[in-house]
T-cell receptor, first 114, second 112 residues
């Protein structure tokens, strides 16, 4: 596709369940980012992948959060044992490379933990 | 650590009037600064960036931003606001590991 694609667009889950959020970046983009946007809050950095380098995981809020990027393309963000405070919009973005700061964002996944 | 602050949660302006959305930054070394916009029900979009050079940077949709090193500010401006400019605006800074750190966002409301 032409843009960054995220799925699902909405996810409702019960507290304690695991969830997986998917991101398909723009083809050829080597940098991929995950951010979280909570109601009334700004964009919170979660994790950053650049090419084959080790990801920057410095923004992951707890060990319940993990992410992987297979083949330098698709990325999956996994949240284990979800909590109500995990409810937010999870945004994925990609860019051409490490030195290109023009990020292209997906529409996000709205996660609601009941 | 690099950071940006947006001191206003919301800015209200009448259509046709100039608008300013404020951003201040804290960086070690040369700042790389950005503005992004999030229109209702749409994804975040890049507006403009400052890397080096002229302190006044022009971007999309008639927006511009003024870099002020002495005041560590990077305010977003537009000479004449449109109702369609109503959106959520984010200032961002690139940190030493090349990821972008975003501010808390400012909601701009342009009334007819």
């Amino acid at each position: 596709g032409a843009g960054v694609s995220q799925s699902p667009s909405n996810k409702v889950t019960e507290k304690g369940k695991d969830v997986e959020l998917r991101c398909d970046p723009i083809s050829g983009h080597t940098a991929l980012y995950w951010y979280r946007q909570s109601l009334g809050q700004g964009l919170e950095f979660l994790i950053y992948f650049q090419g084959n380098s080790a990801p920057d995981k410095s923004g992951l809020p707890s060990d319940r959060f993990s992410a992987e990027r297979t083949g330098g393309s698709v990325s999956t963000l996994t949240i284990q044992r979800t909590q109500q405070e995990d409810s937010a919009v999870y945004l994925c973005a990609s860019s051409l490379g490490q030195y290109n700061e023009k990020l292209f964002f997906g529409s996000g996944t709205q996660l609601s933990v009941l | 650590a690099q950071s940006v602050a947006q001191p206003e949660d919301q800015v209200n302006v009448a259509e046709g009037n100039p608008l300013t959305v404020k951003c201040t930054y804290s960086v070690s070394g040369n700042p790389y600064l950005f503005w992004y916009v999030q229109y209702p029900n749409r994804g975040l979009q890049f507006l403009l960036k400052y890397i080096t050079g002229d302190n006044l940077v022009k971007g999309s949709y008639g927006f511009e931003a003024e870099f002020n090193k002495s005041q560590t500010s990077f305010h977003l401006k537009k000479p004449s606001a449109l109702v369609s400019d109503s959106a959520l605006y984010f200032c961002a800074v690139r940190d030493s590991s090349y990821k972008l750190i975003f501010g808390s966002g400012t909601r701009l409301l342009v009334r007819p």
